[in-house]
């Protein structure tokens, strides 16, 4: 009896032994099967569409019940890039983030997911692969966040209640434009030198852009075939900064990007140097307004006549996220759900840069871009392709001009100067 009673236990054992392994086993196959919720850390510098894009991930986050985004924004008179270095510093790396392409994306290629087979990729327009393309092994490691153009902004109302029948294209034109705006008691631009962003990188981009042959001209900076200092388009610069710090608002050092958007939207100024991303900015002040774009001309060259436009930024993944496959599929559903689409374009006022979605709901400036575009009258967006760090130090610089703490020749000689020294 006590062997029975002993065979009874060790049989009660073993079978308790397999029932916790099949236990385990079972376990660990139902939470891969059950899809349990992972949460992804999207930091973004967009502040535009902050709001948007909060709504927007809410529906994503319905539809997909397992995967939670944890939305931080980071942008406007923000230093993002400063930010985002920081964060993978700490070890919170994010999931989602920005990167420009070209020099960031050799700067931070070894972090970024490559993305050249997800299935959004064959419809990303042309222009929108460049940046993100790598020339090396010619993978993609960025989805195109969409087509942005920038200029001087104008108040077609401001304008006609000065005389102004005809927008200016020239730098002449500009001035004399400048000139009736003042006299008929309207302040002309509103000068947002306060961002360097604005300042040291869109503004200065124009005689960049403006070379014969951009890319050519930043090549020879670099082995110093080519200089800044003698260069005709950079001599041309002074004039069109001279007319936006002599025409424009009281305190321009001190004014930043909040409040050179609300200068203008409220209508105390008829020219507002910046993009298209300031369109729902613009329409929540003021709903009414009535604008599109001039450019930002240095000569009277007819070629001046042009828009700078191109890819802003781009989504990128981090390749070491635990949670690569749920932000590839959130990327997905931005650009191929009919929820993403809508948002894209009505929501967040975007000119998508893929051929599977169609530019709708733009308003006034998404319009104006569309028109400069088809006409071929655009320049490219160059300052991806600059010294890492350049940006700012040339905002510094011009920032010292403005202040009249420097003249333009030493303006020239500070720009060259920051180049080679960065590159």
Not at 17 to 31: E, P
Not at 79 to 95: M, Q
Not at 332 to 361: C, L, Q, R
Request: charged share 25%; aromatic share 12%.
């Amino acid at each position: 009896m006590k062997r029975f009673f002993m065979l009874l236990l060790s049989l009660t054992l073993v079978a308790g032994i397999f029932a916790g392994c099949s236990s385990n086993n079972s376990s660990g196959d139902d939470k891969e099967n059950s899809g349990d919720q992972v949460t992804l850390n999207f930091f973004q510098f967009k502040v535009e569409i902050a709001d948007q894009l909060a709504e927007m991930i809410k529906e994503f986050e319905a539809e997909h019940p397992n995967i939670k985004i944890k939305l931080e924004t980071v942008g406007g008179g923000a230093d993002y890039g400063a930010a985002l270095k920081a964060k993978f510093a700490s070890g919170e790396e994010p999931d989602i983030f920005n990167n420009g392409g070209f020099k960031e994306l050799e700067l931070w290629k070894e972090k970024l997911a490559d993305l050249s087979e997800e299935p959004w990729a064959e419809h990303v327009l042309p222009i929108g692969k460049v940046p993100m393309t790598d020339p090396e092994d010619g993978k993609l490691y960025g989805m195109p966040v969409n087509l942005e153009g920038y200029g001087f902004i104008y108040n077609k109302d401001l304008f006609e209640e000065a005389g102004i029948t005809e927008p200016p294209t020239t730098i002449s034109e500009l001035k004399d434009a400048s000139e009736k705006l003042k006299k008929a008691g309207i302040t002309p631009f509103s000068a947002g030198y306060g961002e360097w962003w604005v300042i040291g990188q869109h503004l200065l981009n124009i005689p960049f852009a403006q070379q014969d042959d951009p890319e050519a001209f930043i090549a020879g900076l670099y082995d110093g075939s080519e200089k800044i200092v003698g260069n005709e388009h950079f001599k041309n610069f002074k004039e069109v900064l001279d007319t936006e710090i002599n025409f424009g608002n009281s305190n321009p050092l001190t004014t930043d990007y909040n409040t050179q958007v609300t200068q203008f939207a409220s209508g105390q100024t008829a020219m507002l140097q910046q993009g298209n991303w300031t369109e729902n900015m613009i329409y929540e002040v003021n709903p009414d307004m009535n604008m599109g774009f001039l450019p930002i001309s240095i000569s009277d060259d007819a070629d001046s006549n042009r828009l700078p436009v191109g890819v802003p930024n781009n989504w990128v993944l981090n390749k070491n996220s635990e949670h690569l496959e749920e932000a590839k599929t959130f990327l997905n559903w931005m650009v191929s759900s009919e929820t993403g689409k809508k948002y894209i374009t009505e929501e967040f006022a975007f000119i998508p840069a893929f051929d599977n979605i169609e530019p709708a709901g733009l308003g006034d400036l998404g319009q104006s871009i569309l028109e400069y575009s088809k006409n071929e009258q655009t320049i490219p967006w160059t300052w991806f392709m600059w010294p890492d760090g350049a940006n700012k130090e040339f905002a510094a610089s011009i920032q010292e001009y403005a202040a009249g703490k420097i003249d333009y020749d030493t303006l020239l000689e500070r720009f060259q100067s920051s180049w080679d020294n960065l590159k």
